[in-house]
């Protein structure tokens, strides 16, 4: 898997001073490179039973459809409040500088269902840990938590102790 960093490109500075943007697309552009994200996090899962596989807004909404193709399990969208029509249910949770919300549709979830939760990057682990929560809320239980990156300098996994927790790749700085 470490051969899939070269695919990832470091951008400095961005969104503001000080910080280095690890870039996924020039990964998904890569036909094999995708392909070898969505054929490990499969082999990872493929005992889980998981129901359904949960990714967040924006770019969870790429990795988990196709994770979920390939474990034969449904997708469930997890967004930002006032993007998904009909009923919905709401987790508020503490960011760094304020107070966000992720939203599910009613429903999406079944009580007792298996639910994998799939982003692109793991770093202080607020937007993952208020989507475990917001899965609780509906019934469901949380079989992991899978990442295409880890920022293991950031206090991400240690948010979610308690969790199964994995990533295909570590950046250490």
Known sequence: MQELKTLIREIPDFPKPGILFYDITT?????AGFRSVIDALRARYAGTAADQVVGMEARGFIFAPALAYALGAGFVPVRKPGKLPGEVIRYAYDTEYSTDTLEMHTGAIQPGE?????????ATGGTALATAKLVEQAGGVVAGLAFVVELTFLPGREKLQGYDVFALLAYDR
């Open 114 to 122: 298996r639910v994998l939760i799939v982003d692109d990057l793991l």
């Open 27 to 31: 990964l998904l552009k890569d036909p």
